[in-house]
Every structure is written in structure tokens, then in C-alpha cells.
């Protein structure tokens, strides 16, 4: 791994470290955003400590017990044949995406939907979950997605996909709008097979207007890019898959994928 790597991580949790922290609660009361508009972008390490550097005074970094960086786990679900990978990759208007999320080490969990509104906003709902539940879907999950997705199989569904990663939350008070960015993303099939991402997810989360940190990526031609952990995740593990809506992004980011030993992720 490049030598600089650590230094680069270190200078951006100083960057954090330097800006006002906002609770949990306050995060949701002020910038929630469940429906929303989403752009990403990937970016390497220097860049995000730079705009760490840039970002102005009314930015706020979401601080739970102490940690200004979480560990997010993630299971994704989909059949057999992958009915929902192929809705996405072909755009298809009746989609979503089906996840257990724990939240920190010891955080909370939640089974979480993410549908397409009017205009093409993101809807996510979720349902408090057990952690031990994570990998299967409960009956009160059945009976939650069915009512958000009728048109879906659940019984259908089962784990596709498992992502790990590390991720920053900062909120912008004057637009209500958050930014997150994720470190260290690695990707795994149920089979084993996994690859890891060497470089930062960037994701703007607003209700219509570009965020400065939008403004900011743009002034230094920092364009918006496809990119889900699920698609592009499974898309990089078996290429055998139609995956056209994120090859510029695999070919341009993405290390090889390489089989590894069954754990827990």
C-alpha cells in the first residue's frame, strides 16, 4: 500500500476533529432527508482532506460517543436469478434496494428500502432490526417490504451481497443538507469472493439544491459518477453480469477482485 496512505487517513480525521460536532438526534431533527437527491463521487484521499480544509465554519461532523467515524455493515438482498440487480441496471421504474445496515460496532440496526420517488429522489424507510437478524429476513421484514414494494417477491430474497466500510457524516446547517464520505469499502459475495475500493466515496445528500460541498467538488472539475456499493459491487465480483451502467467507474477505481476466506464482514 502507498506509504502516504496513513498520513493522508490521519490528516483527515484532524480534519474532522477541527469542526463542531452535532448529535444523532440533531442530525435527524435538522437534516433527516429521507427523501432526498443524491450525487456521488469518488475522489482520492488528498482531495477530501483538502476540502476538509475548505469547508467553512457552519459545517458540522455527526459525533456519536465520542467517533466521528463509523463502521457500517451491510447485507444486501435480491433472488436467486438477481430480479433487483437487473432492475437497476436496466432502469427500470419499479426498483428498489433491500439491506440490513448495523450501524457501529455495537450501534443500531436497521432493515432498510430504498425505492424511487416522483422526479427521481431516492425514498429510503427503514425498520428497526436485530442484529442477530441481519443475515435473514424476519416475517415483520416480509410484511414491511411487501407493503413498500408489492410487486416483489420476498420470499424470493436472500444475502447477494455484504459491503464494510467506514464513514464520516457532516451536516450543513443553512441548506439542511449532509455530506458523507466512506473509507476503506470492501465488498464480498456470500461465496467469498470480495474486492476492496482504493479511494473515497463522496455522497451529497440534499432536497434541491447543490450543497457547498457539490459547488466546491465541481470548481475543481470533480464530476458526479455511477457508482452503488451493491451494483458496482456485484458487477466487479462476477463479470459475467451485465453491468454497463458502472464500467467507466469499475475500470477507473476499482482494484481486482481476489477470493478470500469466509468471515464475518
Known amino acids: 500500500a502507498d506509504g502516504g496512505a496513513p498520513m493522508?487517513?490521519?490528516?483527515?480525521?484532524?480534519?474532522?476533529?477541527?469542526?463542531?460536532?452535532?448529535?444523532?438526534?440533531?442530525?435527524?431533527?435538522?437534516?433527516?432527508?429521507?427523501?432526498?437527491?443524491?450525487?456521488?463521487?469518488?475522489v482520492a484521499a488528498e482531495t477530501l482532506a483538502d476540502l476538509l480544509d475548505v469547508l467553512s465554519a457552519e459545517i458540522r461532523v455527526l459525533d456519536v460517543g465520542g467517533e466521528r467515524t463509523c463502521a457500517y455493515r451491510?447485507?444486501?438482498?435480491?433472488?436467486?436469478?438477481?430480479?433487483?440487480?437487473?432492475?437497476?441496471?436496466?432502469?427500470?421504474?419499479?426498483?428498489?434496494?433491500?439491506?440490513?445496515?448495523?450501524?457501529?460496532?455495537?450501534?443500531?440496526?436497521?432493515?432498510?428500502?430504498?425505492?424511487?420517488?416522483?422526479?427521481?429522489?431516492?425514498?429510503?424507510?427503514?425498520?428497526a432490526y436485530d442484529p442477530a437478524d441481519r443475515h435473514v429476513l424476519t416475517p415483520e421484514a416480509h410484511r414491511f417490504i411487501e407493503?413498500?414494494?408489492?410487486?416483489?417477491d420476498t420470499d424470493a430474497l436472500r444475502p447477494a451481497l455484504i459491503s464494510a466500510y467506514r464513514r464520516s457524516t457532516l451536516v450543513v446547517p443553512s441548506d439542511r443538507s449532509r455530506v458523507t464520505f466512506d473509507r476503506g469499502l470492501r465488498c464480498r459475495t456470500v461465496e467469498g469472493d470480495s474486492a476492496t475500493l482504493d479511494a473515497v466515496i463522496v455522497e451529497t445528500k440534499t432536497s434541491?439544491?447543490?450543497s457547498s460541498a457539490d459547488r466546491w467538488l465541481w470548481d475543481h472539475h470533480i464530476r458526479p459518477v455511477k457508482i452503488s456499493k451493491f451494483g458496482t459491487g456485484l458487477a466487479?465480483?462476477?463479470?459475467?453480469?451485465?453491468?454497463?451502467?458502472?464500467?467507466?467507474?469499475?475500470?477507473?477505481?476499482?482494484?481486482?477482485?481476489?477470493?478470500?476466506?469466509?468471515?464475518?464482514?
Do not use: M
Open 208 to 210: 434541491d439544491v447543490p
Open 147 to 152: 407493503d413498500r414494494a408489492p410487486w416483489l
Open 8 to 42: 493522508i487517513d490521519a490528516a483527515i480525521d484532524r480534519g474532522l476533529d477541527r469542526l463542531t460536532p452535532i448529535s444523532l438526534d440533531e442530525t435527524n431533527d435538522l437534516a433527516a432527508l429521507q427523501t432526498r437527491v443524491d450525487r456521488k463521487y469518488i
Open 74 to 127: 451491510s447485507v444486501y438482498f435480491d433472488s436467486a436469478d438477481l430480479v433487483l440487480y437487473r432492475a437497476a441496471v436496466q432502469g427500470r421504474r419499479q426498483r428498489c434496494k433491500v439491506r440490513s445496515r448495523q450501524y457501529g460496532e455495537a450501534g443500531p440496526c436497521f432493515l432498510e428500502i430504498k425505492t424511487r420517488g416522483r422526479r427521481g429522489r431516492s425514498v429510503k424507510e427503514r425498520l
Open 236 to 265: 466487479v465480483l462476477r463479470p459475467e453480469l451485465p453491468g454497463n451502467k458502472w464500467h467507466r467507474t469499475i475500470r477507473r477505481h476499482w482494484t481486482e477482485p481476489s477470493i478470500v476466506h469466509r468471515t464475518s464482514c
